[in-house]
């Protein structure tokens, strides 16, 4: 990767790159980026652990949600997932569906990552039904569910600081030895600007921010796929005020290695998962240009608990600690606990050609 990366540096305008090109190389390189790569990165054996990757409640609950909202709203059983990663999502999903639903249902997934595509297919294939794609320009338009879970977080997001009073861009450069390195420059992208001016979003003074450019195309990439339905966003992000909090100053660009945070993505390029907290009020405000009307935002665990998480618990007392009993409800209570998982993440729902309001689309 470090040779790749020399090259493509020095073949540059002024031997730099921005951090958007630098993320989507070490990621996303068709043989060196690190999702493309063949080895784990999710669970024990990786470097990031999933919601989905906790228990396969989350995708049964999810299908039984989905399942309601078809019936309520009179769309047809068709589900896309985006990024499905090694499939356990999937495998849930399908499972409850052929458990409680036992109807027909078309689940495609969206999935760059040929390392992944593996996964899926030994996992799925010898029991589901699926439709498996490498991008949303491969599928026909269709009404029904979008869903992604920690999709736009990997997006190759541009880097920028406030300098003296001025806005610079952080880019990328390495040295003869190999050794990558930051250096400033004026920040003159156009897009970069009108994404400040769009987003209303202030900058202060030493404050470094994350620049998600390619949030843009892949709002209307699922907008130009939904004819009409629902698209579920899973993630972890700020909003515009909480972005201008002292505390993240800095930024969000981090790394995950080994389970350890890495606050200089530069190191281990291709070998661990990068990574930024994604711009909620932009997302929403980019997704209604698209026609993706926003319904809610609500946290993780509050998402879950309207969905019908807490009838799933078992009432009943096991003293085994192992059983499949306690092990299911110890996962739920680890979903929905303030101090758990779901407290860090979002779900934003949003809807496109239907009339609807929140409580359209949650059981009573």
């Not at 009073?165 to 250096?183: A, F, H, K, R, W």
């Not at 992208?189 to 900058?203: K, R, T, Y």
């Not at 990574?275 to 998402?303: A, C």
Request: with cysteine.
């Amino acid at each position: 990767m470090i040779t790749y990366l020399q090259q493509l540096i020095i073949n540059s305008p002024n031997g730099l790159i921005t951090y958007a090109d630098y993320i989507s190389a070490a990621l996303y390189h068709p043989e060196l980026g690190y999702y493309m790569r063949e080895k784990p990165k999710i669970g024990r054996q990786g470097d990031f652990i999933t919601t989905s990757n906790i228990s396969d409640v989350y995708g049964r609950l999810l299908a039984k949600w989905f399942f309601h909202i078809c019936n309520q709203l009179k769309l047809p059983p068709v589900f896309c997932e985006i990024g499905a990663g090694t499939g356990r999502f999937a495998n849930a999903f399908l499972q409850e569906w052929h458990d409680s639903v036992q109807g027909p249902i078309q689940y495609m997934i969206v999935e760059s990552s040929p390392y992944h595509q593996k996964l899926q297919r030994e996992l799925l294939s010898p029991h589901f039904s699926f439709v498996q794609v490498e991008s949303l320009e491969e599928i026909e338009p269709f009404s029904g569910m979008i869903f992604s879970n920690e999709l736009f977080d990997a997006l190759p997001v541009h880097v920028i600081e406030k300098m003296n009073g001025e806005l610079v861009e952080v880019m990328v450069g390495i040295t003869d030895e190999g050794e990558l390195y930051e250096q400033t420059v004026s920040l003159t992208n156009h897009e970069i600007l009108s994404f400040l001016a769009e987003s209303q979003l202030g900058i202060s003074e030493k404050q470094r921010l994350e620049i998600p450019l390619a949030m843009d195309k892949m709002l209307k990439d699922m907008s130009n796929v939904l004819n009409e339905g629902i698209m579920v966003t899973a993630d972890y992000g700020y909003s515009n005020e909480e972005w201008n909090h002292p505390l993240h100053k800095k930024g969000s660009l981090r790394g995950y290695h080994q389970h350890n945070m890495m606050e200089n993505v530069l190191k281990f390029p291709g070998e661990m998962d990068i990574t930024t907290h994604i711009h909620f009020d932009y997302l929403v405000q980019k997704g209604r240009l698209y026609q993706l009307e926003q319904l809610t935002k609500l946290r993780q665990d509050e998402f879950l608990i309207k969905t019908g998480i807490l009838k799933e618990l078992e009432n009943h007392y096991d003293p085994n600690p192992f059983s499949e009993v306690s092990k299911k409800n110890r996962a739920i209570r680890s979903l929905i606990m303030p101090s758990g998982m779901s407290s860090f993440f979002h779900i934003i729902i949003q809807h496109k050609g239907l009339q609807l309001r929140e409580k359209d689309v949650f059981p009573e």
